[in-house]
């Protein structure tokens, strides 16, 4: 069979899961005439469809003032005619043809009144390359829809993406052989990118030369593809064709991809008849489990189909460490023309060479190779089947495989690597002996659960309790100085997120010259009534004194203690080793007069440096749990911090003019507040914080998630500050900074403000509470927050299917990709003028 006149195409299914299934939306359908027949057939030329709808409005983006000239900005004209279509009952966007429109970057915002045909028959294009691309726009997006339930995008138009000089970068891989990579501004714009949507029809467009991705879905249900013609030149870096992401229900066929890639992903069902494809990586399931995050792909079948002259044939890839699984995937009917790696499986996928060994997999199971036949590159093996070593390919099945060298006459082994399963004839290399018959006999736990399943932290602390102290350290200096080094430590250390924890024996102290003093052997008695504050007092006073230095609360024992402060320096370090529980006298009428009650929170430092606290489990604390005053050198690892919802200013952690602050791996629940970095400026006042990191964190149902809070009338600055990797679990203000903060109605409007600025949030997932927005940046008037960065933020309602807008207030940052919802409040780039600030005292 003579395919020399096919178009050509690359395809790879990739699956990026963080929602197992969308919810569902309103139920529109809007389908054009056009229907054409790709290869193996040429496709017919496609006339322009007038729109299927006799009844609908017709808005045409000439009315409103577009141009078409190729030059001219029409981004506002399309913006106006979009709005009008949305109000209406039924509606035709029109792009007529003979005329070319250039559009800035933007997105078209749903849900509308009812269904919208958006009817392209002219040419769309975005400015010519990044340095006519304005400072003030997203580089990662060209054209954005979201939030659209029921739109049909047709005609025989044509989007020329003009990706050529964004593929010229210094960054981008160059086109010789030897690929490198330069450093510089390397973001570039996905062409058409639907986000957040339901019951698409996308037929009968061209589409080429995108400087990224052409399509892209993300978070999309019951979408139709049809009679696309994509097009870019090999060569070209990073330009799916479709790319799909956490959407199901997708249905493509009729459509010719040359030189793209073509991803498909999560538990789509795709049958993809009479394609032909060439270079780079034929027929791609991955990179699947990145960042240890789920896979959820099955029922994916590609048949009919021819691949030629590729580095890669029909592949899977994982990365060490995801989990979930991809099952049920069927190849068939697939002819191979000198293919590198005509079957491949590998477990091992990394792209740079600073990946680390994992045992945790994603599960590869039920994988069928039926009738696969050709030739092949004798570089590399005919099948390369290389799976985990903690989690085995199973089920793998070959059928009619017939593959000879592409040069020579001399045959490759097959290559295999803990991979089981069944040859079901004699296959070409004869036979693929590498293969494991039957299953493994020992097999490790399978977490394939849907992602919205609840997080268990039952076993994931030993149980400690809260007690009322302070941590003072004299000083008269505006800034601690370098102090003696101390540390509390409990000897529980356990990481929440993302992974289980083990459970932890109790540990000896670390430092084995030093000296124990058990606060038994200063009379404390831990009968949970008998007042031991003197026995703490007197255990702490000899502690303070000695050159290395054990403080023992021993396990099996309640401690009962009053409002106490130790005070430093010490002579040396301090290993504060929590094993039993201690508690403060029971509410109110328990305290004795003589007693501060501002000291009821739990546990203060005060003016020290150079602490560690970690392994701790702390509730039901009357106000703070944790709070740092005047600290530097700060590391919080493991807490586990609870309290009941409702409990009034309960924060987890608070910080105040504080430095070099360093939070992971700790669970909040139920708190007030859960990670407050204020309340700052207070009596006009200044304040210095910088450095902060809270990483590898799970906070639950919470009125706050991490919070900045400054009242007006202060000075300083808060800058340096990162918020990573942290789940949310229906969590009612996940995002906040709050400039306005005020706790009585006598608060005055002043013009001086703390200094917001570098504040980064980053891989910050889960659910809020509906009551109010994701994210809420309220920068004051007088001092605007700079810099700041949201990077893999998606964060879902917890409650129906309603999402909010996150609201920002003279607030500059970027966006560094798309969030969940979309963040457009925040100003791009930075104030043209700016207030002075006493910054630099700080």
Partial sequence: MDTSRYFVLPLCFLVLSSQCRPSKMLNYRVLSQISATPAPAPLPFLEPATPSDQNSSVFSVLSYGAVGDGVTDDTKAFKMAWDASCQADSATILVPKHYSFMIQSTIFTGPCKNRILFQIQGSLMPPDGPHLWPKVYNKRQWLVFYRINGMSMQGGGLIDGRGQKWWDLPCKPHKRKIGTTASGPCDSPVAMRFFWSSNLTVQGLQIMNSPQFH???????DVQINSLYIKSPAGSPNTDGIHIENSNNVQIHNSVISNASYFISDSVSLVSPNWTMTLPNGVCIGSLGIKNSRACVSNITVTDSIIKYSDNGVRIKTWQGGFGSVSKVTFKNIHMDTVRNPIIIDQYYCNTKACLNQTSAVYINDIAYKNIKGTYDVRSPPMHIACSDAMPCTNLTILDVELFPAQGKRFLAPFCWNAYGDNKTLNVPAPFFCLLKGFPESFPRIDTKNLNSKMSISRYFIVFFAIPLCFLVLSSQCRPSKMLNYRVLSQISATPSPAPLPSYEPAAPSDQNSSVFSVLSYGAVGDGVTDDTQAFKMAWDSACQADSATILVPKHYTFMIQSTIFTGPCKNQILLQIEGTLMPPDGPDSWPKIYNKRQWLAIRFFWSSNLTVQGLKIKNSPQFHFRFDNCHDVQISSLYIKSPAGSP?????????????QIHNSVISNGKIILNIGSLGMKNSRACV????????IIKHSDNGVRIKTWQGGFGSVSKVTFNNIHMDTVRNPIIIDQYYCNTKA?????????????AYKNIKGTYDVRSPPMHLACSDAMPCTNLTMSDVELFPAQGERFSDPFCWNAYGDIKTLTVPPVFCLFEGFPESFPSNDVDKC
């Avoid at 399509?215 to 249900?221: E, G, L, P, S, Y």
């Avoid at 200013?649 to 602050?661: A, F, K, L, M």
């Fill in 649 to 661: 200013n309960t924060d987890g952690i608070h910080i105040e003019n504080s430095n070099d602050v």
């Fill in 215 to 221: 399509f892209r879905f993300d978070n999309c249900h």
């Fill in 747 to 759: 608060c005055l409007n002043q013009t001086s403000a703390v200094y917001i600025n570098d504040i």
């Fill in 690 to 697: 910088s450095n902060i990191t809270v990483t590898d964190s």
